[in-house]
C-alpha cells in the first residue's frame, strides 16, 4: 500500500525545498509534521501541505492506519522557470529567473514496531 500526493508550480526554487525534505525523508509522518512546524522556512510550510494531503489520501482511499505511516519517498523536481528582466545602468538589463518547484511525497506503511 502507497499514497502520494503532488504539489506543482511552486514558487519557490528547488535547491531550498530539498534543504526541508532531507529533513523529514524515512521518517514517521507524525514525527515529520512535528519537524516541519518548527523550520523556520517558507519550504516547510508547502511541504506540510503536501504531507497533510498525502496523509488524507491515504486515510481515505487505503484505509490504512496513520500511525504507522512513514515517508518512503520525497521528490522535489524544478518546475517551469519564470523568466523576466531586470532594468541596469547605460540602457542595459539582467535576466532574473524565477523557478518554480513540483513536490512529490509518497508515504508507505511500516509493519514491524521497532522503526
Not at 6 to 10: E, K, M
Given at each position: 500500500m502507497e499514497a502520494r500526493a503532488?504539489?506543482?508550480?511552486?514558487r519557490i526554487s528547488p535547491t531550498k525545498v530539498r534543504l526541508v525534505a532531507d529533513l523529514i525523508r524515512?521518517?514517521?509522518?507524525?514525527?515529520?509534521l512535528m519537524i516541519l512546524d518548527f523550520v523556520p522556512k517558507k519550504a516547510a510550510r508547502l511541504m506540510t501541505?503536501?504531507?497533510?494531503?498525502v496523509i488524507a489520501n491515504a486515510d481515505s482511499r487505503e484505509r490504512?492506519?496513520?500511525d504507522k505511516l512513514y515517508v518512503r519517498r520525497?521528490?522535489?523536481?524544478?518546475?517551469a522557470t519564470l523568466k523576466r528582466?531586470?532594468?541596469r545602468a547605460?540602457?542595459?538589463?539582467?535576466?532574473?529567473?524565477?523557478?518554480?518547484?513540483?513536490?512529490t511525497i509518497v508515504v508507505d506503511e511500516r509493519n514491524h514496531?521497532?522503526?
Open positions: 503532488v504539489s506543482r508550480h511552486l524515512g521518517k514517521r509522518v507524525d514525527a515529520a501541505k503536501t504531507l497533510k494531503s490504512v492506519d496513520v520525497i521528490t522535489v523536481d524544478g518546475g528582466f531586470l532594468p547605460h540602457g542595459r538589463a539582467t535576466p532574473l529567473r524565477k523557478r518554480t518547484s513540483h513536490i514496531k521497532g522503526a
